[in-house]
């Protein structure tokens, strides 16, 4: 599918990857790396999705994301926030995910400035930590407070688990007066950072305006982190249990990661225009 205006091609699904770096957007900028993966086939330029990684850092999940989405055409980019800042990940990570913004705001602008992607056309998606910039990057007082202004912002939102309960409760977390671009939130109905109907109240509680850019895919049977491919782990986070803190699974759930998948590309595909 494409808009009235966008360039109209096939793709056979083949794909070409770049190691490249770009800076943050702080004051002092960080140094970031990523992976770029843009189809191969055609001339771009192309839709794009930033690709955010979780506490734990790079780990698996966004490459087995950004290979669906080029797949369908779409091209990714996966970034790196921990080895700049000397992290290993886990819990030895910043204070909060409000700091690591400039890092998915200068992945934008990195993108926008290539000739093979369509700036206009640019979406993001992350997983927990990342889930949450997916989140907080769709309201226009992070997107001021980043950018500086309201002109660069992401054009969809696709956030993986981004532990719903801390939004509109904590301060650093204000989910609200969004930028109008389309968000997916996925989780899993056996997440323990969350109650089940935690997603989908906190979308509800949400003025019109907003509400109605958000929609909730909730999956039974699936934990947080449904999505890594890794042997499961009981993990103690102080965020968990709606900030109580205690214990959190992650139990790989390949059907539910399938599901997650379509969905997310279904969707990216759809806001982005992308070809195919």
């Known amino acids: 599918m494409s808009e009235a ?15 490249v770096a770009f800076p943050s957007l ?3 900028p960080l140094t970031l790396a990523g992976r770029l993966r843009v189809p191969a086939g055609a001339a771009g330029p192309w839709p794009a999705v930033v690709l955010v990684h979780g506490s734990a850092g ?6 087995a994301l950004a290979e669906a989405l080029v797949a369908g055409g779409l091209a990714s980019l996966e970034i790196d926030l921990w080895t700049p800042r000397g992290l290993a990940g886990g819990l030895a990570r910043p204070s909060h995910a409000a700091e690591t913004l400039p890092d998915v705001f200068g992945a934008l ?23 949450v910039l997916a989140m907080l990057s769709a309201t226009r007082r992070y997107l001021r407070e980043v950018t500086g202004g309201e002109r660069e912002r992401f054009a969809a939102h696709a956030p993986f688990y981004p532990v719903c309960w801390a939004y509109n409760r904590r ?13 997916l939130l996925q989780a899993g109905a056996l997440d323990t950072y969350d109650r089940p109907t935690g997603c989908q109240e906190l979308v ?3 003025p019109e305006e907003d509400r109605r850019h958000v929609r909730v895919v909730m999956y039974d049977g699936a934990t947080h982190a449904f999505d890594r491919m890794r042997p499961a782990v009981t993990v103690q986070d102080p965020h968990a249990n709606e900030g109580r803190g205690g214990e959190v699974r992650f139990e790989p759930n390949p059907e539910v990661t399938a599901r997650a998948h379509r969905a997310t590309v279904a969707f990216f595909r759809e806001a982005l225009a992308a070809p195919g």
């Open 5 to 19: 205006g966008a360039p109209s091609r096939t793709f056979d699904g083949a794909s070409s990857t770049h190691y």
């Open 26 to 28: 702080h004051p002092e």
């Open 58 to 63: 790079l780990d698996g999940r966004g490459a």
């Open 109 to 131: 602008r990195y993108l926008a400035s290539r000739g093979d992607v369509d700036g206009e056309r640019i979406g993001i998606a992350g997983f927990s930590w990342g889930g």
């Open 171 to 183: 301060p650093g977390y204000e989910f609200r007066d969004l930028t109008g671009a389309p968000v």
């Open 204 to 206: 509800d509680a949400l």
